[in-house]
T-cell receptor
Framework: AQSVAQPEDQVNVAEGNPLTVKCTYSVSGNPYLFWYVQYPNRGLQFLLKYITGDNLVKGSYGFEAEFNKSQTSFHLKKPSALVSDSALYFCAVRGPSGGSYIPTFGRGTSLIVHP | NAGVMQNPRHLVRRRGQEARLRCSPMKGHSHVYWYRQLPEEGLKFMVY????????ESGMPKERFSAEFPKEGPSILRIQQVVRGDSAAYFC????????????FGQGTRLTVV
């Protein structure tokens, strides 16, 4: 069975500082990895994905993520955080679980950017 | 191209009533997923459907819950005889064909059972 772990319930960072939101995954076969953001009382918005190729993936709003196969990680990063980045972030994986490639999500990490 | 549309946005039901949640996927998307979100618990997969077929319902409770995605019309998540523990946000997502495609989410339906 596939799974995603987001080890931090909350990440606090000062505005202008770099941020990292951690994600590790477990899946048989090649993973397809995704990051989403959720603002209060809204649905999830897609940020970026890793399918194949370069390990560093760039996405929306200046976010990027680094795929590390040996560590089975896909950490989300941003060089300079904004207060408006404060939200709930979800990592997701799609893999051949039972043949259906259902997106499986982590528990989410609350990012708080302080002015 | 309209996004994934869910309605209603908010639904209040008394214990024992039925709740019907609707989801219209994005145009051209043939795959629909339903998730439930509770505070501190993240997104829990419930069911995966394609047109007229349930592909995987391993995350859905065996009793009181059912889902469909008919040939015409929206996907429906139905909860019979609701209990307070069913109170949650229910999200629908859709994706096109292809295992490496991202899913697009609706705004969710917030069900409150009183």
């Amino acid at each position: 069975a596939q799974s995603v772990a987001q080890p931090e319930d909350q990440v606090n960072v000062a505005e202008g500082n770099p941020l990292t939101v951690k994600c590790t995954y477990s899946v048989s076969g090649n993973p397809y990895l995704f990051w989403y953001v959720q603002y209060p009382n809204r649905g999830l918005q897609f940020l970026l994905k890793y399918i194949t190729g370069d390990n560093l993936v760039k996405g929306s709003y200046g976010f990027e993520a680094e795929f590390n196969k040996s560590q089975t990680s896909f950490h989300l990063k941003k060089p300079s955080a904004l207060v408006s980045d404060s939200a709930l972030y979800f990592c997701a994986v799609r893999g051949p679980s039972g043949g259906s490639y259902i997106p499986t999500f982590g528990r989410g990490t609350s990012l708080i950017v302080h002015p | 191209n309209a996004g994934v549309m869910q309605n209603p946005r908010h639904l209040v039901r008394r214990r024992g009533q039925e709740a019907r949640l609707r989801c219209s996927p994005m145009k051209g998307h043939s795959h629909v997923y339903w998730y439930r979100q509770l505070p501190e618990e993240g997104l829990k997969f419930m069911v995966y459907l394609q047109k007229e077929n349930i592909i995987d319902e391993s995350g859905m409770p065996k009793e009181r819950f059912s889902a469909e995605f008919p040939k015409e019309g929206p996907s429906i998540l139905r909860i019979q005889q609701v209990v307070r523990g069913d109170s949650a946000a229910y999200f629908c997502a859709s994706s096109p064909e292809g295992m490496n495609t991202e899913a697009f989410f609706g705004q969710g339906t917030r069900l409150t059972v009183v």
